[in-house]
């Protein structure tokens, strides 16, 4: 399996509800980020957490970071219709600072 | 905002044309990278460059492609015989910081190669 790998590849929720998506790594890491993509657009970014930090916030997303466990989770509450889109994680690691992304989890959120 | 813009937004070429990719990355940033991603499929990395020079690539980043930063703004992607494979959106991003900042995508490039 590869770097970056997310869980669930698809996940659908009605709005209102949580959402958590989980992104398991294999190397070492200077940080993590997660992207928004909604379809055929580019990469919004969402989040960066270093691998030094254990829990991150920004408005309604919450991002956690295990390194022992080489994972991290990307949590949304109180989703809304405009949160579909997939999302990515990506890691960069310490040396060439180049990203590496997984699969990408494809969110639905039903109004 | 500051923002990562590329052009074109979508290139239609015949197979064996060059195709050049532009990007202006984020003013003060010093890194700058090329990824693509093919339809339905992950974002794959190409390509970083910092201080005029190449730092990384990829196994996907073969003699058929190159990159310049021609001038003080721009950072350029140039496949030089495209084939049916390369159809993909290219993304462009810049960062300010080898690692711990963020690394910004720009909206990308869709090339279809026919």
């Known amino acids: 399996s590869q770097q970056g790998e997310e869980d669930p590849q698809a996940l659908s929720i009605q709005e209102g509800e949580n959402a958590t998506m989980n992104c398991s790594y294999k190397?070492?890491?200077?940080?993590l980020q997660w992207y928004r993509q909604n379809s055929g657009r580019g990469l919004v970014h969402l989040i960066l957490?270093?691998?030094?930090?254990r829990e991150k916030h920004s408005g309604r997303l919450r991002v956690t970071l295990d390194t022992s466990k080489k994972s991290s989770s990307l949590l949304i509450t109180a989703s809304r219709a405009a949160d579909t889109a997939s999302y990515f994680c990506?890691?960069?690691?310490?040396?060439?600072?180049?990203?590496?992304f997984g699969d990408g989890t494809t969110l639905t959120v039903k109004p | 905002e500051p923002e990562v813009t590329q052009t074109p937004s979508h290139q239609v070429t015949q197979m064996g044309q060059e195709v050049i990719l532009r990007c202006v990355p984020i003013?003060?940033?010093?890194?700058f990278y090329w990824y693509r991603q093919i339809l339905g499929q992950k974002v794959e990395f190409l390509v970083s460059?910092?201080?005029?020079?190449?730092?990384?690539k990829s196994e996907i980043f073969d003699d058929q492609f190159s990159v310049e930063r021609p001038d003080g703004s721009n950072f350029t992607l140039k496949i030089r015989s495209t084939k049916l494979e390369d159809s993909a959106m290219y993304f462009c991003?810049?960062?300010?910081?080898?690692?711990?900042?963020?690394?910004?995508f720009g909206e990308g490039s869709w090339l279809t190669v026919v």
């Open positions: 991003a810049s960062s300010g910081q080898l690692s711990g900042n963020t690394i910004y």
């Open positions: 190397t070492s890491i200077n940080n």
């Open positions: 957490i270093r691998s030094n930090e």
């Open positions: 990506a890691t960069v690691n310490t040396n060439a600072g180049k990203s590496t």
């Open positions: 003013s003060n940033h010093l890194y």
């Open positions: 460059f910092y201080n005029n020079e190449i730092s990384e």
